[in-house]
């Protein structure tokens, strides 16, 4: 497992140390913690986005001639996805139409839609009204999203705000990402059947290992004083 240390300001520090501590707690007080937490955010999934070094890498003997490759060229094409999970797969996902602007009131829309997919698919939270969120989207903290999840009795686990401590960030977009890098989509329909296909890949052990991956960046950002890490989860 490799983490990357990241520096947070002094604000962020004094938020992120009682809120690792918090649910560092909640889960050693309850087995479920982690089973009962949807979590969620988004990101751009883009037309083009360049091969790693090692996926551009080429096999050559000594006596032979290095391969010309074409210089690639950014296209404008992208989708914004937005994602939410749990410890055993994806619960619900849309990508937002291209003219759409992602505030409160969309928003609010995208939480009605994921608590009619947590009916669907997560029957054992729905019933026992006990599941927990945890969302990184910008548009969290708008009011109309705040009295949309407390006329739900919706219950958010913070940090909601924290770049890159969401397991979406660290674990589902990078290894979706990974797979679409050097691939080229010429529309948004082409960018949505191949995002979902490479999501279909993702089996129920590599969400456990996203939520185990989550608790240890809990124990490193305590640890660390505040600091957190960024990088590969490893599984």
């Known amino acids: ?66 391969l010309k490759k074409t210089r690639q060229v950014c296209r404008n094409v992208k989708s914004l996805l937005i994602v939410f999970c749990d410890i055993q797969g994806i619960v619900h996902k849309e990508f937002v139409p291209p003219d759409q602007t992602v505030n409160g009131k969309f928003y609010c829309e995208v939480l009605k839609r994921l608590r009619e997919g947590s009916r669907h698919k997560c029957p054992d939270k729905w019933n026992k009204n006990n599941w927990l969120l945890h969302h990184d989207v910008p548009t969290h903290t708008s009011l109309a999203v705040q009295q949309f999840l407390s006329s739900k009795n919706i219950t958010v686990i ?11 960030d660290f674990f589902l977009f990078p290894k979706m990402k990974l797979q679409l890098k050097g691939r080229r989509f010429d529309t948004t329909k082409e960018i949505h059947t191949e995002t979902q296909e490479v999501i279909d890949t993702l089996t129920f052990e590599y969400f456990q290992g996203c939520m185990k991956s989550w608790e240890t960046r809990w124990d490193c950002c305590i640890h660390a004083q505040g600091d957190y890490f960024e990088g590969d989860s490893g599984n």
């Open 1 to 66: 497992m490799r983490f990357l240390l990241r520096l947070l300001s002094d604000d962020q520090k004094a938020l992120c140390i009682p809120v690792c501590r918090d649910v560092k707690q909640k889960a050693r007080d309850d087995p479920n913690f982690t089973f009962n937490i949807i979590t969620g955010d988004e990101t751009w999934v883009y037309g083009y986005d360049p091969e790693t070094k090692q996926q551009s890498s080429q096999w050559k003997s000594p006596n032979s001639l290095r």
């Open 158 to 168: 913070p940090p909601p705000n924290l770049s890159d401590f969401a397991p979406c």
